[in-house]
């Protein structure tokens, strides 16, 4: 392992540029797992390692200068739990107390029916939430053991009724939420559609038939293209003269579940293919 770790650190960049060349906008800066960053005293942060004072990329991704640390948000990457995450949960299994989510991390995160804002008697969890039902919760902690810690409680959390829900990179959920949720209400405020967006890579969407198909198409855009800069114009370019189909009504503004900025978790390169899922409608009794 320390022969290819070695083999990495080079004094230069790419194509033979020293690698603390100038760069003039690191945010829209791609690099390579071992790559010298330009760290100026800086420390490392995600997606990065420090030997013998200097600071390399670990995976291929933006460069990003965020004091005290320099990063890198991968391009890819499955999910890795963190507290305070906002993430999305399928129900696989329901127990007399507690449901057992898929987030799509390495483990099942157990939801406990003291973790949600409702009045539930031993053996009632069945009325509540069943096997395939959506649940935007929070993480709140990920013990010694693995575990993860859910709630329910909380602004913007909650079940999700109906509408359709999209998996993509949680690598790439920041560029979707945009700085501070600008790109998700340009999104929502132009396609008539609501939007939730999980950390965890998981988007769910509801809202006229024609805004979902071009809500699908703006995140598609931003997968392949939220390297390069200038991808607001690109986006808002597309929802303005992409399908030029009548939009439904405008949606409702932001919530809680990706208002707060998301940073990628470290990658695996175990990635899997995207996935869709459509929920009826049903009530809770």
Known sequence: MGNGHRSRHRGQGREGAPSHSSRSDSAR????????LPS??????PGTYRVNGRIYASVLGLLQTQPPSV?????????IPRARDTVIGIVTDVQGTFWLLDIGAPR????????????IDFGETQQYLRVGDAVVV??????????????????????????????VSPAKIPRIIGKGGSMIQMIQ?????????????????????DGIVEVR?????????????GLTERVQAFLDHGSGAPRGPKGPPPTAPWAATAEA???????????????PEKDVN
């Not at 800066?29 to 010298?36: D, I, K, N, Q, S």
């Not at 100026?40 to 942060?45: D, H, K």
């Not at 978790?265 to 929920?279: H, I, L, R, V």
Request: glycine share 16%; charged share 25%; proline share 9%.
């Open 29 to 36: 800066t791609l690099v390579l797992p071992g790559e010298e």
């Open 108 to 119: 099942w995160a157990p939801l406990h029916m003291t973790g949600t804002p409702w009045k």
């Open 40 to 45: 100026r005293g800086l420390g490392p942060g």
């Open 217 to 229: 198409s703006a995140i598609r855009l931003i997968e392949e293209e939220g390297h390069r800069r």
């Open 189 to 209: 405020k132009s396609t008539g559609c609501t939007l939730v967006v999980g950390q965890n890579g998981r988007i769910w969407l509801d809202g006229p038939d």
């Open 71 to 79: 990063r890198v948000a991968p391009l890819a990457g499955r999910y």
């Open 265 to 279: 978790p470290e990658p695996d390169p175990a990635e899997g293919p995207e996935s869709e899922y459509d929920f």
């Open 138 to 167: 929070a993480v709140e902690q990920i013990e010694n053991t693995g575990r993860i810690g859910v709630t329910m409680i909380g602004d913007g959390l909650g079940k999700l009724e109906g509408g359709t829900l999209v998996s």
